[in-house]
């Protein structure tokens, strides 16, 4: 089974600066996803940005960078130029590539990000 | 882009009534759904794979006929919780894979927050 671990239950930066949240995971498979997803105080899970195992460029998606580090089974997010609209609780999440578990998402415990003016 | 819609948005119930929840893809066809459960301030738990045309898979330790899942169309599934006791009270969310979108792809309902009394 796998795990996935946010050691960060909260963190808070300034409007403007940049943030870092951390994720480790635990898995035996060698192909599958990494997520970061977003949930506002609507409680709508937003997708952040998205990791394919199997490709070793991190992904990047506008202010949204990840370091995914296979061999070290971490995989950070990075916010940069912080915005007030950026305040939400992050999940990192895991999914297998395939096999019986195909689509399940595995949530870490989730870090509160509040980012002040 | 694709939606998901969850109804009702919120539900209070008496304990020992059961309840039904309904998600519905919007805008795409899915023949694959998740049901996740998620207590304040914690995070996402999947409960059950709802498959359409057949029966849902359930994880361990969910109890498979306390929450029912009926995925009859390729736009909606529903649970039921059944005999809802105060301890059933949480936000439920769902999430729906598109046919024919890539592997990892799935988008996620608003959830819905039930009470019970």
């Known amino acids: 089974a796998q795990t996935v671990t946010q050691s960060q239950p909260e963190m808070s930066v300034q409007e403007a600066e940049t943030v870092t949240l951390s994720c480790t995971y635990d898995t035996s498979e060698n192909n599958y996803y990494l997520f970061w997803y977003k949930q506002p105080p609507s409680r709508q899970m937003i997708l952040v940005i998205r990791?394919?195992?199997?490709?070793?460029q991190n992904a990047t998606e506008n202010r949204f960078s990840v370091n995914f580090q296979k061999a070290a089974k971490s995989f950070s997010l990075k916010i940069s130029d912080s915005q007030l609209g950026d305040t939400a609780m992050y999940f990192c999440?895991?999914?297998?590539?395939?096999?019986?578990?195909?689509?399940?998402?595995?949530f870490g415990q989730g870090t509160i990000l509040t980012v002040h003016p | 882009g694709a939606v998901v819609s969850q109804h009702p948005s919120w539900v209070i119930c008496k304990s020992g009534t059961s309840v039904k929840i309904e998600c519905r893809s919007l805008?795409?066809?899915?023949?694959?759904m998740f049901w996740y459960r998620q207590f304040p301030k914690q995070s996402l738990m999947l409960m059950a794979t709802?498959?359409?045309?057949?029966?849902?898979?359930?994880e361990q330790g969910v109890e498979k006929d306390k929450f029912l899942i009926n995925h009859a169309s390729l736009t909606l599934s529903t649970l039921t919780v059944t005999s809802a006791h105060p301890e059933d009270s949480s936000f439920y969310i769902c999430?729906?894979?598109?046919?024919?979108?890539?592997?990892?792809?799935?988008?996620f309902g608003p959830g819905t927050r039930l009470t019970v009394l």
């Open positions: 999430s729906a894979h598109p046919i024919g979108g890539s592997d990892n792809e799935q988008f």
């Open positions: 990791q394919e195992a199997y490709k070793q």
């Open positions: 805008d795409f066809q899915a023949t694959t």
């Open positions: 999440a895991f999914m297998n590539a395939g096999g019986t578990s195909y689509g399940k998402l595995t």
């Open positions: 709802s498959n359409e045309g057949s029966k849902a898979t359930y």
